[in-house]
Structure formats: C-alpha cells, structure tokens
C-alpha cells in the first residue's frame, strides 16, 4: 500500500485544500500528516513547539511521514518542513522509485503571503512572516525540486484547476 500522490510544498501553496480537491477527483481518501501530528502528541502544533521544541516536533513528524507512507492508499499531504529530515527525504526518494508521484506545490510570496497572514499556527513565520516564508524557500526549494517527479505552480489557480493539473501529470507519467 502506498499514497496515490504525495504533495509537498511551502506555507501557504496550498497542500492541505489541494489534498481534498485531488482526492474527491480521485475518489480515494485524504491525508495531512499535521493532523497525524497533532493526534499523536495530543495537542495543537504549536504547543508542540512551545511546550516540547521543533526537535521532538521533528521526530514526531518523520514518524508519521514514515506510517502514512507505509499505511495510506490516498493522497497524503505533508507539513511543508518534512521534507527538510535526510530519512523523510529517503522515503520519499524510495517512494518514487517505487512509482509513486510526489507533488511540489509551488508558489510565489505574493500568492502565499494572504494565505498564510498572521497565523500564529503556523509557528516558523512568527515575526515577520514575509522574510521567515523567503528565508524557508531558500532553504528548502532545492529540496522540493529534487524530491518532486510533478511541479505546479498554484498561484491565481482554484484547488480543484491544481487538482486536474496534478491529475494530468500523473496520468502523463504513468
């Protein structure tokens, strides 16, 4: 058993409302490892962070990357840092070669930045979200560039017209 497709991105590309509109196209269930997050510590993301540390954040997350690679049939949405641990990026990398699609959801600050606003969930873009979201894209895009065998950009798209993208993609790859 393995995800139909595994969608990574930054904050704000859109991974989680992409997921549901791919999935309902696909008519296969859904999965977002932050919520596999929270359930496995029992509390939001950020408390996790405040009370516990990005470290043990980390670890829980490569955990449930790991089981909801292992275990769900679906489209799996990850958190947009996942990607950032050597093992996760080794999953991933098995997972390809195994013909699986994995899915850089891509956008541009200026489309991310009302999506992600102010949220105080989301505890890296704390301060000054704008230069935290550019800082993290330079660090991570050539991991998700690397990673991704689909790229799409979702700037100015609905979910459901990044959705068909992602479908046509992956049909084009098989």
Do not use: C
């Not at 994995?102 to 992600?116: E, G």
């Amino acid at each position: 058993m393995a995800p139909r497709a595994v969608l990574i991105g930054p904050p704000g590309s859109g991974k989680s409302t992409v997921a549901k509109a791919l999935a309902r196209l696909w008519g296969v269930p859904r999965r977002d490892t932050d919520t596999d997050i929270e359930k496995r510590a029992g509390k939001p993301i950020p408390d996790i962070f405040v009370e516990d540390g990005e470290a043990r954040f980390r670890e829980i997350e490569r955990e449930a990357v790991d089981d909801a690679l292992r275990t769900h049939d679906g489209v799996l949405a990850l958190g947009g840092g996942a990607i950032l641990a050597p093992e996760t990026q080794g999953l991933l990398e098995r997972y390809v070669l195994d013909g699986g699609a994995v899915v850089f959801l891509d956008v541009s600050l200026a489309a991310a930045a009302p999506r992600v606003g102010l949220n105080a969930s989301r505890p890296l873009l704390v301060g000054n979200p704008r230069a935290q979201w550019v800082a993290l894209m330079d660090a991570r895009r050539p991991i998700y560039e690397r990673l991704a065998t689909v790229q799409v950009l979702t700037d100015k798209t609905s979910p459901t017209d990044v959705a068909a993208r992602i479908d046509a993609a992956v049909k084009e790859r098989a």
